[in-house]
């Protein structure tokens, strides 16, 4: 869980990644938020991301674009497009298995 400034709540945490593909090579990468003051989530929403190209090479590229977060944290985004590396490891050594077009979850975690 990490916990933004520069959200106006002190429990607000981001939760997770959402990528968005606005075009092949065009996607945004940005936080997912949930509103957890106590023990029951009372909201998640979804806030601005910062936009990524991918070169012929397959590497990516930040790219300035006129819809990304203004928040001025670089430490946040750089954070989330870390995670993002670290997932994609993970899916390349067969660590984290697709449960659907929108879902996957690491082979470690077990349902109960």
């Known amino acids: 869980m990490i916990n933004v400034l520069e959200l106006q709540a002190a429990y607000e945490y981001e939760k ?18 949930v509103s957890h003051p106590g023990q029951t989530v009372e909201g998640i929403g979804v806030t601005l991301g910062w936009f990524y190209s991918r070169n012929r090479e397959g590497d990516w590229s ?19 497009f870390s995670v993002l590396e670290r997932v994609e490891e993970e899916l390349t050594k067969g660590q984290i298995i697709r449960i659907s077009d929108l879902e996957y979850r690491h082979n470690d975690l077990r349902l109960v």
Do not use: D, W
Request: overall charge negative; charged content about 20%.
């Open 62 to 80: 930040k790219i300035e674009h006129e819809e990304q977060c203004t928040c001025n944290n670089n430490l946040r985004h750089q954070l989330h």
């Open 16 to 33: 997770g990644m959402v990528i968005t593909k606005h075009s092949e090579n065009l996607v945004e990468i940005g936080p997912l938020i």
